[in-house]
Nanobody
Framework: QVQLVESGGGLVQAGGSLRLSCAASGRSFSNFYMAWFRQAPGTEREFVARIDWSSGSTYYADSVEGRFTISGDNVKETVYLQMTKLNPEDTAVYYC???????????????WGQGTQVTVSS
C-alpha cells in the first residue's frame, strides 16, 4: 500500500521556521517527482516546491523562493520542506505529493498525503 505521511506542522509566530517531513512507502519513488502543495480555506490548492527524486533538481513557487527549501533523503525515502521567514500568508494545510510529470499542476500528481496544518500567527 502506497503511503505518504506528512509531519512537522504546527503553530509558529511570523518570522519563525518549521520543517515538514513526508515519509514515502509502498513502492519505489526513484523515478518520481515529489512536491509540496498547500491549501488555505476557500482557495485553490497551490504549488509550493518540487524535487526530482533521481537528480535532486528543485523548483519553487515565486512566493516561497528564497525562504523554503525542499530536499530528499533517498535512504530514508523522506522528503523535507524547510520553511523559514514564515508569514501569516503561509498559513495552510500542506500536502506532500508524488507524480511522474514535472509539473506544478496538482491534478497531475498521483499519490497524496493526508496533509499537515501550518499556522503562522502575526
Amino acid at each position: 500500500q502506497v503511503q505518504l505521511v506528512e509531519s512537522g506542522g504546527g503553530l509558529v509566530q511570523a518570522g519563525g521556521s518549521l520543517r515538514l517531513s513526508c515519509a514515502a512507502s509502498g513502492r519505489s519513488f526513484s523515478n518520481f517527482y515529489m512536491a509540496w502543495f498547500r491549501q488555505a480555506p476557500g482557495t485553490e490548492r497551490e504549488f509550493v516546491a518540487r524535487i526530482d527524486w533521481s537528480s535532486g533538481s528543485t523548483y519553487y513557487a515565486d512566493s516561497v523562493e528564497g525562504r523554503f527549501t525542499i530536499s530528499g533523503d533517498n535512504v530514508k525515502e523522506t522528503v523535507y520542506l524547510q520553511m523559514t521567514k514564515l508569514n501569516p500568508e503561509d498559513t495552510a494545510v500542506y500536502y506532500c505529493a508524488a507524480g511522474v510529470a514535472r509539473s506544478s499542476n496538482w491534478l497531475l500528481y498521483t499519490y497524496w498525503g493526508q496533509g499537515t496544518q501550518v499556522t503562522v500567527s502575526s
